[in-house]
């Protein structure tokens, strides 16, 4: 059918992803990827011929030019399918700006769903699924990432965030800092592939562990919600004191 495609490759085990992510990707018109060379070798290991297909590079700092050839050929009734360098696009990947403006043109869209680092990570947890904010890379900077974080500390959600193993330590003794020793943490290595790990724990276990290793491969750091804030006598006195004076008013 017409219309841009978004399509979710594998985050690691070459054979996540679905029947009809491969169907998309053997019948669209133009096949439009963040990495032109990971598309064309997902290809060869489905068995799907490129044929005569235009196969366009394309992500969200390509620019205005190459946006609107993508939008033309989506007004010329062409399907086009899109797909990041792995797991779904738009999440920590590019296909934003794609999305944007082929939702401002009124022109069509659809997603063939599939592999996630975030969710993947989220199920294997044993963290609250019901509640959970993505919230992407931290900064690199030290100072960036502990205001970064302080923003987070008291989000009443399951936290994901994705990091590099080089920053891991970092950023797990940043987290010990801003949201305290005890708070939960669980780390996810490697999903879906051979070394896949998940280490579970207080966050100042976890930090002591990594701090210790030498940690390699692609790394996902959930941390449970802030705790609730509890009632102390002062809080309660001061919150007695707020409704007091709002009634003499
Ligand atoms: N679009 C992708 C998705 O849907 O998960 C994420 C792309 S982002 C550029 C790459 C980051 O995702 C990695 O640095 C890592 O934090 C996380 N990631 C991707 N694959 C992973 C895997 N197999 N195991 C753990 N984390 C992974």
Do not use: N, W
Not at 207 to 232: C, N
């Amino acid at each position: 059918p017409p219309g841009l495609h978004f399509v979710a490759t594998p985050i690691g085990a070459a054979r996540d992803i679905t029947l009809r992510a491969l169907d998309v990707l053997a019948g669209a018109d133009v096949l439009v990827a963040e990495d032109t060379r990971t598309l064309k070798h997902l290809l060869e290991i489905h068995g799907i011929a490129l044929g005569g297909r235009p196969l366009i590079a394309y992500h969200d700092h390509s620019g205005e030019g190459p946006l609107q050839r993508l939008l033309g050929h989506l007004a010329e009734g062409k399907s086009l399918a899109y797909a990041s360098e792995a797991g779904t696009p738009l999440i920590s990947d590019p296909g934003f700006e794609l999305a944007r403006a082929v939702a401002a043109a009124g022109l069509p869209m659809t997603a063939a769903p599939g592999p996630c680092a975030a969710i993947c990570a989220l199920t294997l947890s044993g963290l609250p699924s019901d509640r959970f904010m993505f919230a992407g890379f931290a900064p690199a900077t030290r100072a960036a990432r502990r205001s970064f974080l302080a923003e987070l500390a008291g989000v009443q959600a399951t936290l994901i965030l994705y990091e590099s193993p080089k920053r891991l330590a970092d950023l797990l003794s940043d987290m010990v800092a801003a949201f305290g020793p005890t708070r939960r943490g669980v780390v996810c290595r490697e999903l879906t592939k051979r070394y896949e790990e998940v280490l579970r724990g207080p966050l100042q276990d976890l930090a002591t562990e990594v701090a210790g290793r030498q940690i390699r491969g692609e790394i996902v750091v959930l941390v449970d919600r802030a705790p609730p804030v509890s009632a102390t006598t002062e809080s309660i006195a001061d919150a007695l004191d707020e409704a007091l004076k709002s009634m003499s008013v």
